[in-house]
């Protein structure tokens, strides 16, 4: 983790002129598939692809599979509960958390359970940091994540701790796009994709070690160790 200051005949009649239901299965079958795809992000910055002699992967290589699709957060608006089991409750808006705490970079490969795969440039802060500044109770040992959708999940607090664990506002030297969870997503490393909440605007200090996320309430390991099963 490194701190920051792409004419022949027709062999029968029938695929020149098609039956009526062929035609309603091909584009059935292309509304389907066209859900899967997307197009380039915009982007306020020139992404890189390299990194330290890493070859990264794109912005674009990324698959939407999000609970209730892009979610887009006004920043002048935005805010970041900081609540549970600590002394001092904060909100900080999004400006205040870019200039106010240190800027680290990892790169981190997300690993989803759809099969595919990321390794990203990470740019963000530490989440140990910003519970400091809260007082945390001794009594708090799991971190609860909420995020714009309505999608939560959860890690234990020395998990968090021993891995230096960033939140990133940016990737591959990018603004996250609002597709890919502006303005704050969890860099879970050695986790499975579900435990890479975005949208963040809730975190939650508790004592539930028996809390269970989305994904978890529906059967996956609370866990979420990429040397495990991810399904319970």
Same mark, same amino acid.
């Given at each position: 983790?490194?701190?920051?200051?792409?004419?022949?005949?027709?062999?029968?009649?029938?695929?020149?002129? $098609? $039956?009526?239901?062929?035609?309603?299965?091909?584009?059935?079958g292309m509304?389907?598939?066209?859900? %899967?795809?997307?197009?380039?992000?915009?982007?306020? &910055?020139?992404?890189?692809?390299?990194?330290?002699? =890493?070859?990264?992967?794109?912005i674009n290589?990324?698959? =939407?599979?999000?609970?209730k699709g892009?979610?887009?957060?006004?920043?002048?608006?935005?805010?970041?509960?900081?609540?549970?089991?600590?002394?001092? $409750?904060?909100?900080?808006?999004?400006?205040?958390?870019?200039?106010?705490?240190?800027?680290?970079?990892?790169?981190?490969?997300?690993? %989803?359970?759809?099969?595919?795969?990321?390794?990203?440039?990470?740019?963000?802060?530490?989440?140990?940091?910003?519970?400091?500044?809260?007082?945390?109770?001794?009594?708090?040992?799991? #971190?609860?994540? &909420?995020?714009?959708?309505?999608?939560?999940?959860?890690?234990?607090?020395?998990?968090?701790?021993?891995?230096? #664990?960033?939140?990133?506002?940016?990737?591959?030297?990018?603004?996250? $796009?609002?597709?890919?969870?502006?303005?704050?997503?969890?860099?879970?490393?050695?986790?499975?994709?579900?435990?890479? #909440?975005?949208?963040?605007?809730?975190?939650?200090?508790?004592?539930?070690?028996?809390?269970?996320?989305?994904?978890?309430?529906?059967?996956?390991?609370?866990?979420?160790?990429?040397?495990?099963?991810?399904?319970?």
């Amino acid at each position: 983790m490194k701190r920051l200051f792409g004419k022949k005949k027709p062999l029968f009649k029938n695929i020149i002129n $098609p $039956p009526f239901w062929v035609i309603v299965i091909v584009l059935l079958g292309m509304i389907s598939f066209s859900g %899967c795809l997307q197009d380039d992000l915009v982007l306020d &910055h020139v992404e890189i692809r390299e990194y330290q002699g =890493e070859r990264l992967s794109s912005i674009n290589d990324f698959r =939407e599979n999000s609970i209730k699709g892009p979610q887009y957060v006004d920043k002048e608006n935005y805010t970041l509960k900081i609540t549970g089991l600590i002394e001092n $409750p904060k909100n900080f808006s999004y400006n205040e958390i870019i200039n106010n705490f240190p800027i680290y970079t990892k790169v981190v490969t997300l690993y %989803c359970v759809e099969g595919w795969s990321t390794k990203i440039l990470w740019e963000g802060f530490l989440l140990s940091d910003i519970l400091e500044e809260t007082n945390p109770l001794s009594e708090g040992n799991v #971190i609860i994540f &909420h995020a714009y959708d309505g999608y939560t999940t959860s890690l234990p607090l020395e998990y968090v701790k021993n891995k230096n #664990i960033i939140i990133a506002y940016k990737m591959n030297n990018v603004t996250l $796009p609002p597709e890919r969870g502006f303005p704050f997503q969890l860099v879970a490393e050695s986790k499975w994709g579900y435990k890479w #909440i975005k949208w963040i605007t809730e975190i939650e200090l508790s004592d539930n070690t028996n809390y269970k996320g989305f994904w978890e309430s529906r059967g996956y390991s609370n866990k979420g160790d990429l040397n495990e099963s991810y399904f319970e």
